[in-house]
């Protein structure tokens, strides 16, 4: 696919921009968790639908469960904030939020929801306020799937070119992980490559 609407140049700016961000985001579960947490350097691709299966088949297991959260965000720029977590990681979050040994469904996946919205508005809030601009977020939802199952036949019709922002954060003492994935459609590239450009202006101005 051709990224000539999305340089390199682009890539690198938004890249140093999301780590910034998920820095924020790190230490605002940090400080949830009460422990500390790392967050992988962000990945950043353009490709297609079929680029987006074959990279999620790539980090995912087909054949394990996973708490997938999503949520979409619009504004000037727009798309969906993707959180997951193996069944194991969504246990332990709920153990230690709820401070007890068996936490139950509803205590899960209330944990799970509540983790995504921190990292969620954190995340994208700060990419926004870096590029000047505001989004409106709307109501997550949360599902028990495989692996194979993240993205359904019906996001086939919402994107065709589309940037992939992935990474994985990480609190070993409590045995929680996760990954994340930010989906931005063919309108909202157009979009981010101009607040880029308008903010490489004000820097170089």
Known sequence: MQTDEFSSDHL???KELMNIAMGNATASIADLLQAFGTMHIPHLTITDMDGLKKYIDEALKYDE???VTKQLFGGIIGGEFIFVMTDESAANLGNYLYDVSQPNDADIMDAVIELTNILSSTI???LT???????QFFAPSTEIISGNHLIGDEDTLNYHKIIIVSTVMEFQSHKISGQIFILARDETIIRLRELI????EELYA
């Open 129 to 135: 306020e870096e590029l000047k601009t505001k989004v």
């Open 124 to 126: 994208i809030s700060r």
């Open 197 to 200: 450009d308008q903010k490489l």
């Open 12 to 14: 690198d700016v938004l």
């Open 65 to 67: 469960k996973y708490y």
